[in-house]
Nanobody, 126 residues
Framework: VQLQACGGGLVQAGGSLRLSCAAS????????TGWFRQAPGKEREFVAA????????TYADSVKGRFTISRDNAKNTVYLQMSSLQPEDTAVYYC????????????????????WGQGTQVTVSS
């Protein structure tokens, strides 16, 4: 599986960005896609995840109400719409995909995914 993440950039606080993660290759049995982020000097942090069948979503508390994860099955693409961005959202954002059915707790752990995409930088200025 190959993952292509894009959509990052520089935005002022309060602004919005939409990230996308397109999957190619063995996509017919994908179970979930997750977004994680890592800021300089900080640990990797779960952001959101979505299950391909049914579209169930889960979010980190820090982004609930501001970020929305969605999917387009026909395009094998997952989106992360980010609104009301704050400087603390600045990080490299990564999309990950997994094939094994897991509950939400496991989907918030990057180790439970099978493939990583390259990161896309999101910078929020104050």
């Amino acid at each position: 599986v190959q993952l292509q993440a894009c959509g990052g950039g520089l935005v002022q606080a309060g602004g919005s960005l939409r990230l996308s993660c397109a999957a190619s290759g063995r996509t017919f049995s994908l179970y979930a896609t997750g977004w994680f982020r890592q800021a300089p000097g900080k640990e990797r942090e779960f952001v959101a995840a979505i299950r391909w069948s049914g579209g169930n979503t889960t979010y980190a508390d820090s982004v609930k109400g501001r970020f929305t994860i969605s999917r387009d099955n026909a395009k094998n693409t997952v989106y992360l719409q980010m609104s009301s961005l704050q400087p603390e959202d600045t990080a490299v954002y990564y999309c990950l995909v997994g094939f094994v059915p897991r509950d939400s707790w496991y989907l918030s752990r990057a180790i439970n995914y099978d493939y990583w995409g390259q990161g896309t930088q999101v910078t929020v200025s104050s």
